[in-house]
């Protein structure tokens, strides 16, 4: 049921951290990720202190394949490993 083969919690929030600099390398990418999430420039370090922040951004990934891959190909990962990530750090009342 678990998906922390080989890694826990700091390896997917590093991992969460490498995407959101993958989303932040990218004006379009970036300005994307800020639509979808309500979030802006102004808004975004309140907002990286918030609990469900690093999970929200594996969210936003997860929810675009060619980002995923993207991302995935970019840092030397397997998209699964990104997925299993996003799972480590999912709120716990998520209903999965």
């Not at 639509?35 to 469900?52: E, K, V, W």
């Not at 936003?60 to 060619?66: K, L, N, P, S």
């Amino acid at each position: 049921m678990r998906s922390r083969n080989r890694f826990g919690r700091s390896e997917a929030e590093a991992l969460a951290v490498q995407a959101l600099t993958y989303l932040a390398a990218d004006e379009s990418r970036l300005a994307r990720f800020f639509a979808l999430t309500g979030l802006d420039p102004g808004t975004i370090r309140a907002a990286a202190g918030s609990p469900g922040f690093l999970s929200a951004v594996l969210d936003h990934v997860a929810g675009d394949e060619a980002l995923l891959v993207s991302l995935a190909k970019t840092i030397g990962v397997e998209p699964e490993r990104i997925m299993a990530a996003q799972e480590i750090l999912a709120p716990s009342d998520r209903g999965k």
